[in-house]
Each structure stands twice: as structure tokens, then as C-alpha cells.
RNA sequence: GCCUGGGUAGCUCAGUUGGUAGAGCAAUGGACUGAAAAUCCAUGUGUCGACGGUUCGAUUCCGCCUCCAGGCA
């Protein structure tokens, strides 16, 4: 759809024009949808920010909106790369803040608190580590375990040392490497970040009561499913992505990729599912406990767009 | 009908030579600076199938009943 055509809601003033809208919440939670209606509302674009579905290729199983779902309402940044493409945080968060450059009255939507916080640049600036480092400090692991790493780890940076686990390998992994590749500590390379909701922005998080939650996740797999799923993972592989789609680890596509009866592997996606959605908002409070939350199933419309400074005098 | 094996946490199962029980997964809460749809941490009161007997004490031994699975008829 083309932005000049776009028409103003004459109830709205015009100053909410420039102001970015983010819309945040779990997997299933309804946020698309809520972004739909703030982007009808201030004539704007609704702006992809969770970086699965930036895939293409991977339409149903990532829950990139449908036609039907977008109603019209522009939408940019979904479907945008190839399987093969390596993304991090803090790249993509560039390439979501060009989207919101180009998109007039941008309506950010995402699930993934930290490339959020990439979108939002609260990451350090951090040198490239190669490919081949990473994998040398995961075969480290992978032969001394996760104590032995973490123990070199707190020899050469007490600090970082101190905030991981002894458990927690792709953390001690990371941050070895990351010394290894600068030869400095990654505690310092890691300060000063940024927090908080950026200036100007103003968020939502949409927030469905845990057993509502864990239902809309059930309900939403079955309709995946049913929208043929499994056959879009066949697609994928006919075209040689089982390799990127291995790598990727989307959730579901394991499941799909290793096949066994359709019943159990449905079941054991949701149950993967409404666990991510219990971290997502996990992440999401701890990071801004400031924003406003709605609850998609008790609440009307009204009251969500009320919190985002959208209430309309009547 | 008979024989055998079973009935223990939401699920799959350990275990208690008699002193009322614990793993994995799930669940719940939490952490989170390039694996993040990832990774990690914390949290375990359950009529140990029912009833009765023996015992100071039974989930454990005995009897009886019941349910499930397999076998024999």
C-alpha cells in the first residue's frame, strides 16, 4: 500500500503524528492485531521488530500476519531476509530502526525483548567475533564443560565471572570469546547501556492472564496447523533450508523436521510454546517494568489505545 | 474363570531389608548485553489403589477387594 495515500482520522491531532508506538507481549497474546488498530488509527505502518519473522519462508510457523490479518493496514519488515541470512541483535535492530525511518507513523510490534533492546540500541557496541572462535569455545565446552569455562572465565574477569552461572554455557561461552577476541574484559565492554523505554516512544505491553495465555497459544498452534504448517516445513526443506532452519531453531521445526505422529508433536510445540511465552514475559517486565499493561481478555480496544496516549475526547 | 506383572507427584517411573518417599519431564517464580523461539537458576505434603490384619509403627509384610496390561482357557 502506498503512504500518500493515507488518509488522517480527523479525531486524531495531528501531534501523535510523529510519535513511534511500540507494541510488546507474548507469542499468541493478540499484539498484532492491537497493532492493526493503532496503525488504522493514526494512519500509520505497522513495523516488524521480532527478527523469526523477518524470515521468509516461514510465514505460517512464525505467525507472520496474513492479508486478512493486516486489513489493509501497511505492514513492513515481515518476510525480509532469506533463511540463509545471519542476524544479531544489534544488526537487526538497525535494520528495524531504517524500517521505522521509512515507515511515516511507525507501530513497532515484536516478542523478543532483546533484539528489542537492539531496536531500541540498549547493546553494547561490541567487535565481531568469528565464526570460528565461537565454535572453538563451544567445543571447549562441549569437552571440558560449562564449571572448567567458567573457571577460566573468572581468571581473566572476576566481574562477568560473577555474574554467570557456572551453568549458564552460552553465557560463559560468550563472554569468553569475547575476551578472547579483544584480548580485554567483557565486563567492561559491556557497561554503559542505555535503559528504559527510549524518549518519545510510547509502548504497550499486551499481557492475557497466564491460563487465558496458555490457552491462546493451544488455540493458535491448532490454527497453524491446520493453516499447514508441517507442509510449509517440507517447502522449506525442498528448497535445501533444513541446514538454516536447524541452525535457526524456530520453535516447532524440530519437531516437524525429526516427524512422528502429528498429535504428539502439535502437543509438545504448545507445551514449548507456552513456556517461551512465559519467558517472553518474564524478559519484558524485568526490562521495563515503566510500561503500561493490557490484558487483551478483559479489557476493551479502547482501554489499550487510553494507555498509549490514544484516548480520543468523546 | 485362572496365571503373571503392575496401580507411588500433572506425566513417565525409582525407592523404602517396616520408622509416612525422590528423579526426569511438566508446572510456577526468577535471571538475561550477538545461541534469545536460546541458555540458565530456584521451588517437591503426594489419602504411595480401597478396606482389614500383624506390629510400638505399614506405602513396605499378610489377607481380601478393586482397576489396568499381558498370557492361558
New binding site residues.
Given amino acids: 500500500m502506498a503512504y500518500e495515500n493515507i488518509t488522517w482520522s480527523p479525531l486524531v491531532p495531528m501531534s501523535l503524528a510523529s510519535i513511534p508506538f511500540a507494541i510488546l507481549g507474548p ?1 499468541a497474546s493478540g499484539k498484532s492485531s492491537l497493532a492493526v488498530e493503532v496503525a488504522r488509527r493514526i494512519g500509520g505502518t505497522v513495523v516488524n521488530g ?4 523477518a524470515f521468509a519462508g ?1 510465514a505460517i ?3 507472520q500476519p496474513t492479508e486478512v490479518e493486516r486489513d489493509g493496514v501497511p505492514h513492513l519488515g515481515y518476510g525480509a531476509f532469506p533463511l540463509s541470512q545471519r ?5 537487526f535492530g538497525a535494520q528495524v530502526r531504517e524500517w521505522l525511518g521509512e515507515a511515516p507513523n511507525p507501530v513497532l510490534v515484536t ?5 528489542l ?2 531496536i531500541w540500541d ?5 567487535p ?2 568469528s565464526a570460528a572462535l ?1 565454535a572453538r569455545v ?1 567445543g571447549w ?1 562441549e569437552g571440558l564443560g ?1 564449571r572448567a569455562l567458567h573457571r577460566f572465565l573468572a581468571a581473566v574477569d572476576p566481574l562477568r565471572a560473577g ?3 557456572p ?5 560463559i ?3 569468553l ?2 575476551h578472547l577476541a579483544t584480548g580485554q574484559r ?1 565486563s567492561g ?5 542505555a535503559r528504559g523505554v527510549p524518549a518519545g516512544w510510547r509502548a504497550l505491553l499486551v499481557l492475557p492472564s ?2 487465558l ?2 490457552e491462546r497459544v493451544a488455540r493458535r498452534v491448532a490454527a497453524m496447523v491446520e493453516a499447514g504448517w508441517p507442509e510449509e516445513v517440507g517447502r522449506a526443506v525442498a528448497f535445501g533450508a533444513e541446514a538454516d532452519l536447524r541452525r ?5 521445526y524440530e519437531p516437524w523436521l525429526e516427524g512422528g505422529d502429528p498429535g504428539a508433536i502439535q502437543a509438545r510445540i504448545i ?6 511465552a ?6 519484558f ?3 521495563w517494568p515503566e510500561i503500561p499493561v493490557w490484558d487483551p481478555d478483559t479489557e476493551p480496544v479502547e482501554t489499550a489505545l487510553e494507555r498509549l496516549g490514544l484516548s480520543l475526547p468523546s
Fill in positions: 507469542t521480532d527478527p523469526f519473522q516461514l510457523g512464525t505467525g542476524i544479531n541483535p544489534a544488526d516478542g523478543s525483548g532483546l533484539y533492546r537492539g540498549q547493546l553494547s557496541v561490541l565481531e567475533v565461537v563451544r565446552e560449562s555474574q554467570l552461572h551453568n549458564d554455557g552460552g553465557r561461552q560468550r563472554a570469546a569475547l567483557p565492554l559491556l557497561d554503559g547501556v497466564r491460563p495465555q496458555r535457526l531453531r524456530p520453535l516447532g507445551q514449548g510454546t507456552q513456556a517461551y512465559k519467558r517472553q514475559v518474564t524478559y517486565r524485568n526490562q
